[in-house]
C-alpha cells in the first residue's frame, strides 16, 4: 500500500517582484492554482481565503506592513522568504513557515547558486512543488534552518553595503579588498549564529566564494535593507557582546 503525502493545490503569493515571479512560475509549472498579489491586486483574496498558504516575497522593509494585512491569517498558512534577519517581525507569527533564497533572478538572468531552504509546517508540501517547477530546494529541520539563516547573512551583508560603499562590483571588492570581505563575513555569521543558537562551519566563506563564482558583475550604487542586513548583525553584537568593528566601520560609510 502507497503512503499518500500531501500536496498544496493553491497558493498565494505576495509581491510579484523577481523572487515571487519565479516561486509563482514554478508552482505553476507543478500544477499548483497561484493567486499573485502586487500593491494594488487581489489583497481581498490574500486577507480572506481560508486555506491557501501566503507565500510572502516582499523586500524586507516591506515585511511589517504585509504581515498587519495578514494578522487575521492563522500563522500556519505564511510562508516569509525576504532576506535578512527577519525573526523579530516574525514574533507573533510562531507557526509561520521560513525560505531562503539561493537564486539570482535579474531579468533574463537566473541562476540557482545553492537549494533554497525550507523550514515550518508547509515545507512538506511546498519544497515538492517547488522541486517539480524547476527550482532547486530542500527541506530543513528548525535547528538547521537556523544554521542556513546565518549562513545566508553572512553572504547579505557582503553582497550589498560594501559594494556601494567602495563603489565596485562584487568581483572587484573580493580581488582588491578580500581580507576585508572575508572579516565581514566571519563576524555577521558569527553575530547572527550567536542570537540563533547555532554552530558555525568553517566551511561556510569557502561555500560562499564558491556561490558567488558567476556573480562577479554584481554592483549597487546604494545599499538596501541595512536595518535587516548589516544594522541588524550590529544590533545583535551589541546585545550577544561581540564585536562588529567591520559592519561598524562600513555603516558609517554607507
Known amino acids: 500500500m502507497s503512503t499518500q ?18 516561486i509563482k512560475k514554478a508552482l505553476t509549472a ?20 481560508p486555506s491557501a498558504p501566503r507565500i510572502i516575497c516582499v523586500r524586507e522593509e516591506a515585511l511589517q506592513g504585509v504581515l498587519n494585512r495578514l494578522k487575521a491569517i492563522p500563522s500556519r498558512l505564511i510562508v516569509a522568504v525576504p532576506n535578512g534577519w527577519i525573526k523579530p517581525d516574525l514574533e507573533h507569527f510562531e507557526d509561520a513557515t521560513r525560505g531562503l533564497i539561493w537564486f539570482t533572478s535579474k531579468g533574463d538572468f537566473f541562476r540557482q547558486l545553492r537549494p533554497s531552504p525550507f523550514s515550518g509546517p508547509l ?31 553572512g553572504f547579505n551583508c557582503v553582497v550589498g553595503l560594501p559594494l ?10 573580493l ?19 550567536a ?9 561556510w566563506w569557502p ?16 545599499a538596501k535593507a541595512l536595518d535587516y542586513r548589516n544594522g541588524a548583525v550590529v544590533r545583535l553584537g551589541r546585545e550577544f557582546g561581540i564585536p562588529t568593528p567591520v559592519n561598524d566601520r562600513l555603516l558609517k560609510n554607507a
Request: negative net charge.
Open 123 to 153: 515545507a512538506e508540501i511546498l519544497v515538492p512543488a517547488l522541486a517539480r517547477g524547476g527550482l532547486s530546494v530542500q527541506a530543513l529541520n528548525a535547528a538547521d534552518f537556523d544554521r542556513a539563516d546565518a549562513d545566508k547573512m
Open 164 to 173: 556601494a560603499v567602495h563603489r565596485v562590483s562584487l568581483g572587484a571588492y
Open 207 to 222: 561555500q560562499f566564494l564558491e556561490s558567488v563564482a558567476e556573480l562577479d558583475w554584481v554592483a549597487t550604487s546604494k
Open 175 to 193: 580581488k582588491d579588498h578580500r581580507d576585508e570581505a572575508e572579516a565581514l563575513f566571519s563576524e555577521s555569521v558569527t553575530v547572527c549564529a
Open 30 to 49: 507543478s500544477g499548483v492554482d497561484v493567486v499573485p498579489v502586487t500593491r494594488e491586486t487581489n489583497w481581498d483574496i490574500a486577507e480572506n481565503d
Open 195 to 203: 542570537a540563533a543558537g547555532a554552530e558555525i562551519d568553517s566551511e
Open 5 to 22: 503525502h500531501p500536496v498544496i493545490t493553491q497558493a498565494i503569493v505576495i509581491g510579484m517582484g523577481e523572487v515571487g515571479a519565479r
